[in-house]
């Protein structure tokens, strides 16, 4: 099949060509090439691997039939901006099996231009529930998710979740933990509802930053009790990220936490920036960066999850805790981390690279298959122009799906990944 010999290329690991048969990487610097092998001329830009981000939320179907943007509408905007894999999240309904849920998140996905997994939300400790683990794993779903946060619906108490890191321990697999004081953000939301402070400009007074480190400190006892393997997604206080340094669990940033600080919310445009949690103080912000730059923080996510404009304005009327929580950012992740962290010198071109692909890859079960530029990968390639700050140039799986930042007039499907450790 299709043969592409990329040359005069800058790859991470300091090569210059690669051969690329059957959409798989199959040598760095080859020594020999196939006659009829396609030749691309990179012209010395970066080749770096295609993004992977391991926390977003396409088409989810929230409630009252409000739905983030679809499978297809963010996949291109993931490829637009390098991204070619993601890690989702399949919600079962309240009484529903694990498995059903995944099965209709594979019908939420049916038209997906990325490839993706799927981590499985466990908001139902029961034992029935919990017996689906084991088999879920055995599939390709190794990775689960459980809140301390959003009381009445997701959110499970310590018990609850100890309970849910012994069983999905037990089968090999890993918990992704949001962490905030479920509790503690009800009372403030109470409190600001019931004042009359309904504006989108409250919600991070009901996301308080020591909700998180509060949650976070309680974790770090469960994972000693439990010995489960655990990350905490979306981690965003200098506090939180206190606790857990000295702990194996891992810890998840997001782009939105790690560049941007919570000004927005004093102006106008606070309806912008309704996400959980909220976008923090320039402390907390410039603390993320520097726990990325020492090596405490081991990936880079965005939480991709958006909301028409006009749905948050509508909900917004019955006060900011009626918004679906959220915010976009799969389309920017990999430039706005190279502009803010890598230009000026806080971050290495190889560590963005291990931050934003194999790092996240590696550790949600993908190494091997995604996340780097080596033997046996899948050519999922992004070509990226530093002069001009830009992606051009993205192939999944061989396939050239952006071409001079346009995307190609016919995607490939993207596939669903089994990922194991
Ligand atoms: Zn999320």
Known sequence: MKTLHFINAQLPSGEHSLLVEDGKIVALNPVSVPDDAEVLDCNQKWLIPGGVDVHTHFGMPLRDG????????????ALL?????VVDFANPESGEPLGDAVYRWHTYASDTVVDYGLHVTISDPSDERLAEIPDLVESGLPTFKGFLAYKNRLMLSAEELEKVMFA?????????????????NEKCQNELIASGKTAPKYH???HLPESE???IASLVKMQEKTGCPTVVVHLSTEKGLDHLVHTPIEREVCAQHLLLEDSIYKTDDAIHAICSPPLRSKKDMKAMQSG??????????????????????????KGFHNIPNGIAGVEQRLLMV?????????????????????????RCGLSGIKGDLAPGYDADIVLFDPDIEA???????????????????????????????
């Open 66 to 77: 409000i739905t983030s943007t679809s499978w297809r509408d963010s996949g291109e905007q």
């Open 81 to 85: 901006g390098g991204t070619t894999t």
């Open 168 to 184: 999905v321990r037990d089968a090999g697999g890993k918990l992704l933990v949001h962490c905030e004081d479920g509790e503690l």
């Open 204 to 206: 991070p007074q009901a």
């Open 213 to 215: 480190s509060n949650a």
């Open 292 to 317: 990325l730059t020492a090596g405490q923080i081991h990936w880079i996510a965005t939480d991709h999850c958006e909301f028409p404009l006009e749905i948050k304005k509508r909900e917004a009327k």
């Open 338 to 362: 190279w502009m803010m962290m890598v230009k000026p010198g806080k971050l290495t071109a190889m560590e963005w690279v291990e931050l934003c692909c194999t790092e996240p890859a590696d």
């Open 391 to 421: 992606i051009t140039n993205v192939w999944l799986r061989g396939e050239l799906v952006v071409e001079n930042g346009e995307l190609a007039s016919d995607l490939p499907a993207g596939k669903f990944l089994q990922r194991q450790f």
